[in-house]
């Protein structure tokens, strides 16, 4: 059994608090073999990568503090913004590409993502594969809004302390444990 994270495309690396979890990065897209007994797992704009690519996937599905539901560009800019200047997701534990070409094709991947509705998507993945995590304290992307949208989609959903980047409870929850 794999369990594979998926990351936004621009991130290059991601410290974890036990670095011998055995988990399997990806960055921006799925180019490992997925079986059943795999556990897919995506982190904010990984979980709408995993959804999109989710007819490939068919073991267990986890979201991590997806971006849900479909909203416009500004306003997922502005709380973009915000959690710049709040939570500082460029910190020690997460690293970004240097590569502006690359930086430049992942915005747009984004924009791309952020603008699609993945509503037919949560209706149709069979919800015992299926599981959201949410820290409680993510007011800018998985905010309650998208807890309303995920109970309405009949997501199982767990709350976890933290905020939108990956935690210490986040990777707890993910590793079952």
């Known amino acids: 059994m794999k369990r594979i994270l998926v990351l936004p495309g621009w991130m290059t690396s991601i410290d974890f608090f036990n670095p011998q979890n055995g988990l399997i990065l990806q960055y921006g897209k799925i180019t490992v073999p997925v079986t059943e007994e795999d556990t897919v797992i995506g982190i ?3 979980a709408l990568i995993v959804l999109r690519e ?3 996937i068919p ?8 971006p849900l539901p479909k909203r416009s560009i500004f306003i997922w800019l502005g709380r973009l913004i915000k959690m710049i200047l709040q939570e500082t997701p460029f910190n020690n534990r997460q690293r970004f590409t240097k590569n502006p070409f690359r930086l430049a094709v992942e915005v747009i991947h984004c924009i791309k993502l952020l603008s699609t509705d993945f509503g037919a998507t949560l209706a ?10 949410r820290g409680r304290e993510d007011k800018f992307f998985a905010d309650n809004i998208a807890v309303s949208y995920l109970h309405e989609k009949g997501v199982n959903l767990i709350e976890v302390d933290g905020g ?3 935690s210490k409870s986040i990777e707890s929850c993910v590793l079952g444990k």
Do not use: M, Q, Y
Request: no cysteine; charged share 20%.
């Open 59 to 66: 073991g267990k599905i986890i979201l991590v503090n997806p």
């Open 54 to 56: 989710s007819a490939k």
């Open 124 to 133: 149709s993945l069979p919800k015992e594969r299926l599981t959201a995590i």
């Open 44 to 46: 904010s704009l990984g």
């Open 164 to 166: 939108h980047n990956w």
